[in-house]
């Protein structure tokens, strides 16, 4: 097995997360849109899963022409890669529900409109129709997840931006009080990483594949609130603070979203099993052991150093904050 990051700033590279598996996994540096690097990891593989990406909403907005490198133009490269050298491969691409945007039901299905309300959303909608018109051109067998809010170890805790479980995660391991946007009643289902790779192997070792997209979910709708109050009693903090959304949160907030998952389940016997309350004890749990691989120490609120990089770089056009 070959794991392939280009370790992106930003992007949450961890090289602590593949420890167990020393000696079993070769790691290669390299950015899947620079075929040339990668065509020795790619060649003849039966089954990819593609989860390379920046998943920050915000970065999106403040960095679109980043966003755009990372989830789109290096996307279509990538695949093309992959027909050249694996043709007919199964892809297993990690999507996202923020596609769909704003819900205009819920639970939302794979048949609710789509309708992103940033960047992120835009270019990873544009990822996902490579992936869908490379497999009805028969290039390759491509199978799309559209993944809800994922949490649990192995998450990124030091990199900003990349939504509010980190950030809640963070917090309760430094026993600091959390901040709730809004009223909390917004709905979200997080789903546990072990149930998420669940899926992705499901889809990945499908003989055949009745659909192309699947809505992968957590096991429960909980409001932001709930998901507050069971961190709190995790982590040992004082009750949560509310707070007004700040204007650049507010501009992409979806309101509520919970996902129906019905379609991976009959046709892939998928289903989500982790409740949140387990997940984030399981989740807690493992930072304490293992916190000075993610975490420096005392850092609760990470500072977004992307600016100053991009800046110095002078790669991207940069949108005013």
């Known amino acids: 097995m070959t794991v392939v990051d280009s370790c992106v700033q930003g992007c949450g590279a961890n090289l602590f997360n593949l420890a167990p598996a020393s000696g079993k996994v070769e790691i ?15 060649a003849g593989v039966p089954i990819i899963f593609n989860l390379a990406g920046e998943i920050s909403h915000i970065h999106s907005m403040l960095y679109p022409e ?16 992959c027909i050249r050298l694996s043709p007919g491969a199964r892809v297993v691409y990690a999507g996202t529900r923020q ?25 990873k909608y544009a990822a996902t129709m490579y992936h869908l018109m490379f497999s009805r051109s028969g290039d390759l067998d491509a ?8 949490y649990g170890p192995r998450m990124a805790l030091d990199v ?62 909980l409001s932001l609130s ?9 982590g040992g903090m004082e009750p949560p603070e509310y707070r007004e959304f700040p204007p650049d ?17 009959r046709e892939l016997g998928w289903t989500p099993k982790v409740r949140f309350e387990e997940g984030i004890r399981m989740t807690l749990n493992y930072y304490r052991e293992c916190l000075p691989h993610y975490l420096p ?20 056009r940069l949108s005013p904050t």
């Open 143 to 150: 199978v799309v997840l559209r993944l809800t809010n994922v």
């Open 297 to 316: 120490p005392g850092l609760t609120e990470p500072e977004c150093k992307l600016r100053h990089i991009l800046t110095q770089k002078g790669s991207y």
């Open 249 to 265: 949160r507010k501009q992409i907030d979806i309101g509520s979203y919970y996902t129906d998952s019905s379609r991976i389940g």
């Open 28 to 42: 290669l540096k390299a950015d899947i849109g620079e075929p040339d690097c990668i065509a020795p990891a790619l």
């Open 226 to 234: 709930q998901i507050a109050a069971i961190c709190t009693d995790a």
């Open 160 to 221: 900003p931006c990349q939504g509010f479980l980190s950030n809640y995660i963070r917090k309760s391991l430094a026993a600091a009080r959390l901040q709730v946007f809004g009223d909390g009643s917004q709905l979200r289902d997080p789903a546990y990483v072990d149930d998420v790779v669940e899926a992705m192997l499901a889809a990945g070792a499908a003989q055949r594949l009745q659909s192309r997209e699947y809505n992968v979910g957590g096991p429960e709708a």
């Open 99 to 123: 596609v769909y945007g704003a819900p205009q039901y819920l639970p939302v299905d794979e048949l609710h409109p789509v309708n992103p309300v940033d960047f992120n959303g835009v270019h």
């Open 66 to 81: 980043r966003d755009l490198e990372i989830n789109t133009l290096s996307q279509m490269r990538f695949l093309e890669a």
